[in-house]
């Protein structure tokens, strides 16, 4: 197999639809990467990029061992006590006019915009595809934003709240997956000039093959379309007083209007704007919690390494521990390769560069950006934690379900909890406000002893609190003990100025948005180009392909609505969508490596092998207790593994050996 891969040579150039090698005089001088000396070539890219994930996986490191232990000082702030206090002003309260129109305002022009820039597209390429100038700044934004969705601004600072930094680890494996998809799967991509990554299956394996991956993308994406729009929305309505039906159908036909009117290019522009809002917000809010946590960042990180927050690296061998260096470089290698280069939510996003030089330097913009912004949001979490331990925290956060629950206990025994948790908090507090005041008069033995009270006290209120979702449980079976979803909506609803609150709010539909728009826009094109145009209407012109992917989209979108409507999902299915996808995506991936690297492999050694290790790994996932991210790799292994085998009983394959 030929990548058009030259390690040590000039950057290679390519248009769209041809791969040239290196040998060749340059064709187009976008596919030169200009104005960075050092980044001559793609070596040299790769290299630097490959150089950004260790520097942050050994900043990482240092964090966690410097704020893991407690006998290491942190700088000191100024004079003993000074920055000790009263958390600051709270405002408080629900949506109020200015934060309406911030919020409508930001989400509905962000949405007409796309609309009416991509209104006119008849072009089957163009829709599909999106405008051959885009650059890969716009490509890059376009990748981060579909992966990024709602769940990650809404839930991820949660993660950081009750388990510290440890989830960063799960993106260990991106950028190293990001080198490899830009170097092997996006120049065979853009050779074949395909619209989506299965026909190149087709191609190489047969339709049978092409249609096996079309149809487990289809089934994967299309449950995760309606979760994208149900997750916010449960949340959102709860916390807000929204009707929860109404929230779903008026994001959902949002979104479908405008990604039905401009198909790819509309998703790209408007992803844009979309994340200019989120991380307006994020940032806003980020910058007012630091200024309302009534200490340093240093002893802010103090605080939180001694609860066990900055746990940012783990090298544990534990096979049953989810997240640590080795889950997160292995398993998580081969869930980023197979997501970004088998999904066509994500293959859509690149292949819409013009040029390939473009399209991989929009993937390198992300394996570069992506630690750092989980790293971001996770660390938000942990200031959150560490502010709730100067503020009294509620019970629980979710407290539309508490409020319910106090209303029907009987025996009233949840109030009397919180009573006790409340007088917990409050000792916390002083004994944190001691420790802070002896770390800073250098006086160890004082320091020592105010922490190790701070940390009891902290188990009592870890007690309380577990006590009273037991209890709230036994009576209501149905209410979900998992809280952490509402931190960081109750931190914006009791603590940030109304139009900053609006903002955050917009910034968590344009986040589900994103998402659900480039979701929609490939389920739409899948549907199209690998089922309707290949097995129905092979010949036909742009006018009724384009029309009939936007029916395709409309109906995807209709699905999504309908499944976030009426399947009655709850909280925990969010994290089952991230199982589910590591349980298909191993062997999903192994299609594409049997077909990108083993070239005397057939379609029928590959189709059966699929099917196999599916099945192991089906029954795998049932009888053992192992972290969900190594399913990707042994799914992968398996099929290749037993493709092989296969093949050793048929012919060679030698018709598309080529491709």
Request: net charge positive; hydrophobic share 50%.
């Amino acid at each position: 197999m030929n990548s058009s891969e030259d390690n040590a040579g000039p950057i290679e150039p390519s248009g769209r639809g041809r791969l040239v090698t290196v040998a060749e005089p340059p064709a187009d001088r976008r596919d030169e990467i200009t104005g960075l000396p050092a980044l001559r070539t793609w070596r040299s890219v790769y290299l630097f990029v490959f150089n950004c994930f260790a520097l942050w996986v050994l900043l990482l490191l240092a964090l966690t061992l410097f704020y893991s232990h407690h006998d290491i000082a942190a700088a000191a702030i100024g004079p003993a006590g000074a920055h000790i206090g009263a958390s600051g002003t709270t405002f408080g309260g629900q949506l109020n006019l200015l934060d309406y129109v911030v919020l409508i305002g930001s989400v509905v022009a962000i949405a007409a915009y796309g609309a009416w820039h991509t209104r006119r597209h008849r072009n089957l390429d163009h829709y599909l595809r999106g405008d051959e100038n885009v650059g890969w700044l716009t490509i890059g934004i376009s990748v981060a934003a579909t992966q990024a969705s709602a769940i990650t601004f809404i839930s991820t600072p949660g993660q950081g709240y009750e388990s510290g930094l440890d989830f960063v680890q799960n993106y260990f494996g991106m950028p190293l997956a990001l080198i490899v998809i830009a170097a092997v799967f996006l120049p065979i991509y853009r050779r074949l000039n395909v619209y989506t990554a299965y026909e190149y299956l087709g191609r190489r394996f047969g339709t049978r093959t092409r249609l096996l991956g079309a149809a487990l993308f289809l089934m994967q994406r299309g449950l995760a379309a309606g979760i994208t729009i149900y997750a916010p929305a449960i949340i959102l309505s709860t916390v807000l007083g929204w009707n929860l039906g109404l929230t779903i159908i008026l994001s959902g036909l949002l979104v479908i209007i405008y990604t039905v009117a401009g198909g790819s290019q509309a998703v790209s522009l408007t992803q844009k704007w979309q994340m200019t809002v989120i991380f307006g917000g994020m940032l806003a809010a980020f910058a007012i919690l630091l200024m309302k946590i009534p200490a340093s960042i240093s002893d802010s990180l103090t605080v939180a390494g001694a609860f066990k927050k900055i746990n940012a690296i783990s090298f544990s061998l534990d096979p049953n521990r989810r997240y640590t260096f080795w889950t997160g470089l292995l398993g998580g290698f081969f869930l980023s390769l197979s997501y970004f280069g088998c999904d066509q939510s994500q293959v859509q996003r690149y292949l819409s560069g013009s040029s390939l030089r473009e399209s991989r330097l929009g993937l390198m913009f992300n394996a570069v950006l992506k630690i750092p912004m989980q790293f971001f949001i996770l660390l938000l979490g942990v200031m959150l934690f560490v502010f709730y331990q100067f503020e009294q925290p509620p019970l629980f956060f979710n407290q539309a379900a508490w409020r319910e629950a106090v209303r029907h206990d009987p025996g009233q025994k949840l109030q009397g909890y919180e009573q006790e948790y409340q007088a917990a908090c409050a000792q916390k507090k002083q004994y944190l406000v001691q420790w802070l005041a002896a770390k800073h008069a250098g006086d160890a033995p004082a320091e020592t002893a105010a922490r190790m009270r701070a940390l009891a006290a902290q188990d009592r209120a870890n007690t309380i609190r577990a006590d009273a979702q037991a209890r709230m449980q036994k009576n209501d079976p149905g209410v979900k003990s998992n809280d952490a979803d509402y931190v960081f909506v109750t931190f914006i609803l009791s603590h940030l100025p109304h139009g900053l609150i609006g903002l955050l709010i917009a910034a968590f539909f344009a986040a589900a948005l994103q998402s659900k728009s480039a979701e929609l826009n490939a389920l739409g094109t899948t549907t199209t180009v690998d089922f309707y145009r290949h097995l129905f209407k092979r010949e036909s012109n742009d006018a009724h392909f384009v029309a009939a992917s936007r029916w395709f989209t409309f109906f995807w979108g209709l699905v999504a609505i309908a499944f976030a409507l009426f399947a009655h999902l709850v909280e925990n299915l969010i994290q089952a969508i991230n199982i589910v996808g590591s349980v298909f995506y191993g062997v999903f991936l192994a299609l594409f490596l049997v077909a990108f690297f083993l070239k005397h492999i057939g379609g029928t050694a590959v189709f059966w092998a699929a099917l196999t290790a599916q099945v192991l790994v089906f029954v795998l996932y049932f009888s053992l207790n192992i972290s969900y991210l190594w399913y990707n790799l042994i799914g992968c292994a398996a099929c290749v593994l037993l493709s092989l085998m296969i093949q050793a009983f048929l012919p060679p394959n030698r018709q598309t050996a080529n491709l």
